[in-house]
Each structure stands twice: as C-alpha cells, then as structure tokens.
C-alpha cells in the first residue's frame, strides 16, 4: 500500500526548534517530489515547498522561505520539516503529500494524516 | 505568484442539484496543471480532479472539471450528501504552487 506516515503530534514553546517528519512506503521514494503543505486553525492550504529525495533538490513557497526547512534522508524513505524557532504563528497542521507521477510536479494523490503543531508559551 | 480566487465562499444547496464551482487565477494556467482536491473536517485533502478535467481514481462521474486560461470550473451534476465539504483548487504549473482560498459546500 502506498502511503506516507507522519509523526505525531507536537506541543512546543516558541522560540524552541522542532523536526517532523514523513516516511514513505509502497513506492520508489526517492522517485517522487515530497511536498508540505500547511493549514493553519479554520484555514485553507497553503504551499510550503517540496523536495525531491534522490538528489535533495528543494524549492521553497517565497512564504516560507527562510522560516523552515525541508529535507530528506532517502536511506529510510523520510521527507523532514524543520523549523530552529517556532512562533505561535506556526500553529497548524502540517501536511505531507506526494505527487501523481514520478519525477514530476503534478497533482497531490497521496496525502499523509497531518501533524499538528502547537506553539504555545 | 499566481493567485487562485475561489467563489463562491460558500456554496448552499440541496442534495440532488447541480453545483458549480468556481477557481479564477491571476495568470494564466496551463489546462495540464490545474487540479480539484476535496477536505472533509479532521482528514486530509483528497484529490479529485488533476489536468483540468481527468478524475482521480475512484471519484464518481457526476465530478467533472472543465476550463482554460484563467478561468476553471468544478461541476457536481447532482449532489449527494457525501459531498458537502470543502474543495480547493490547486495550480501546478508555476511555483510556488498554489491553492485557491477553498469553497465550503454545504448543505441547504
């Protein structure tokens, strides 16, 4: 089954760092671009950035630009998104989700669950 | 930037009518990279419609997409309850690649 599989919940202070990440499964992980999208609470969705895992080439929303970072360890099939110091503006579900084809900016067909973050003093 | 405006914001119909939604961009986009996904509350968006006017796997056919240019359209022929949700539209041609605001479909 091809699926991606999110870590879990966070509840962080801000000023604090924080990684989550996104492990594929059931397909060529380091075939396809990985992309974060965020919603925030009541939100749409937003586009981060995505990240192609077989050479870690990475383009970045001018949003988000300098506020995180994406990467990827194709040894364990895992897309990571970083931030080194969260505000309470960060508080959101994060989203990772992979392309149609591989190679390819196209259509999100596979979507994981989401992470939420919570940034909170 | 392309800018996707979504309309309306909100959608109020009754289940077995016809809903049209719209997704007007700022720039033109091409027919290939234009996208439909649905969100229910607590879940993920799920892809409906990609190039336009193509259903993703196992979305009914009373779903189409149709549209060019800056102008795209997302047509339910004759709505079930199952379909009250939120839908966005997604442009994939241009980074950053961005989605309209969303529309809600609710139920009248």
């Known amino acids: 089954e091809v699926q991606l599989v999110q870590s879990g919940a966070e509840v962080k202070k801000p000023g604090e760092s924080l990684t989550i990440s996104c492990q594929g499964s059931?397909?060529?992980?380091?075939?396809?671009?990985i992309g974060w999208v965020r919603q925030m609470p009541g939100k749409g969705l937003e586009w981060m950035g995505i990240?192609?895992?077989?050479?870690?080439?990475?383009t970045y929303s001018p949003s988000f630009r300098g506020q995180v970072t994406i990467s990827a360890d194709k040894s364990v099939s895992t897309a990571y998104l970083q931030w080194s110091n969260l505000r309470a503006s960060d508080t959101a579900i994060y989203y990772c989700?992979?392309?149609?084809?591989?190679?390819?900016?196209?259509?999100?067909?596979?979507w994981g669950r989401g992470t939420m973050v919570t940034v909170s003093s | 930037e392309i800018v996707l405006t979504q309309s309306p914001g909100t959608l109020s119909l009754s289940p077995g009518e016809r809903a049209t939604l719209s997704c007007r961009a700022s720039q033109s986009v091409s027919s290939t990279s234009l996208a439909w996904y649905q969100q229910k509350p607590g879940q993920a968006p799920r892809l409906f419609i990609f190039?336009?006017?193509r259903r993703a796997t196992g979305i009914p056919d009373r779903f189409s997409g149709s549209g060019s240019g800056t102008d795209f359209t997302l047509t339910i022929s004759r709505l079930e309850p199952e379909d009250f949700a939120v839908y966005y539209c997604q442009q994939y041609g241009s980074s950053p690649y961005t989605f309209g605001q969303g529309t809600k479909l609710e139920i009248k």
């Open positions: 990240i192609y895992p077989g050479d870690s080439d990475t």
């Open positions: 059931g397909f060529s992980f380091t075939n396809y671009w």
């Open positions: 989700a992979r392309p149609l084809r591989p190679s390819a900016f196209d259509a999100f067909d596979v």
């Open positions: 190039a336009t006017s």
